[in-house]
């Protein structure tokens, strides 16, 4: 039996779902994001009053945007402020980090319905092992977007594949709510034409050192030589290269996994200044620790180590860890354990090109109840 791999990406996924509670804004420019951005109101009329992006001041960073903004310029992890400059008259919304939560619940359950053989990968994306049913990839691929929007009210676009790296690569290439096929005959001529860094797992690292060499592309990659890419990447990672240039990749579905840790790290467009960009940095730690706090609700794990990652802008990469006081899956205590952790950095007048947040030492829900922490609370203070 032939491998085919399904993944399952949502559309837009925050910001769709904001758009279910408020259909009025569809077809219009939204972002959300930002930490003190007030709850849309209503008027006398009943009608509901929104904060437009153009009247936002403060170091906020875009969480998500709608389409409609993503075509104005606006992209994830922008400074608010110049994604107001690109689209003042966008609608601003805060995050609503549960009502996220329900929603990936509810879809992966949908997806479950057609084959339970899912690895998790994220709030709002899955791979699915899809070898065993019986339906042509096509048939599959709409059952699917169906079955999701049934649940949720979301769309979601679909690659298939016969394996993860291009089942991936699939899934992006006619968002949203598109449905590729790919083989890996297809590589060259799909493939090969596109930039490096549509691999998932080159990195902006990687792929600026790919640049310099001269290669650009994925199919330059596939023709580059090994002792090449062996001399500037390591031998292991060279062979990786090679071989996801050609399209293949072995890599199981893992439907049962017991993570180590879970992180979340974000690279910056531009390097960020430790003291001048201080308000955008913590901005982007709040969103990094929700997300990561959503993604420890989602798997069923609480935290009882914090770790925090910096990446300066001359490559150096510095780690700090520090243990919960209990186990822990709310944002606000991840951000308060990170907090401790970055003051055991010197900092001064570095420039940061990177922020990562891991929760290690992972219990179960199982294993959480029995230590019997339910009710404890952590005294915080928000600096």
Known sequence: MSRRIVHVDMDAFFASVELLRYPMLKGQP??????????????????????????????????????????????????????????????????????????????????????????????????????????????LALMLQQQVHEATGLSCSIGIAPNKLLAKIASDFDKPGGRTILQVADVAHRI???????INGIGPKAQEKLVALGITTVGALAHSSAAL???????????????????????????????KSLSRERTFSRDLHVQ????????????????????????????????IKLR????????????????TQEAEHLRHYARQCLRRVFLQQRRLRLLGIKAGRLLSANEYQQQGQFGMQLRLYDE
């Open 229 to 259: 890419l062996q001399q500037h990447f390591g031998t292991n990672y060279a062979r990786w290269l090679l071989q996801v240039a050609h399209g293949q990749d072995d890599r199981p579905i893992k439907t049962v996994r017991r993570p």
């Open 192 to 198: 090969w034409p596109l930039p490096v860094g549509v």
């Open 276 to 307: 001048n960009d201080r308000m955008l940095l913590s901005e982007v730690l709040w969103q990094l620790c929700q997300r990561l706090a959503a993604d420890l609700v989602e798997e069923g794990f609480y935290a009882q180590q914090i770790e």
């Open 312 to 327: 300066f802008d001359d490559f150096e990469t510095v780690t700090r860890s520090t243990l919960t006081g209990q186990p």
């Open 30 to 139: 939204v972002v959300v994001g930002g930490r003190r951005v007030d709850a849309p109101q209503r008027n006398a009329q009943g009608e509901y009053q929104f904060a437009l992006l153009g009247h936002y001041t403060g170091r906020g960073v875009v969480t998500t945007a709608t389409y409609e903004a993503r075509a104005l310029g606006v992209h994830s992890a922008m400074p608010l402020m110049k994604a107001a400059q690109l689209a003042p008259k966008a609608v601003l919304l805060p995050a609503n980090f549960a009502a996220y939560r329900f929603y990936s619940q509810r879809f992966k359950e949908a997806v479950r319905q057609i084959s339970p053989l899912i690895e998790n990968i994220g709030v709002d994306e899955i791979y699915v092992d899809a070898s065993h049913l019986h339906e042509d990839s096509e048939q």
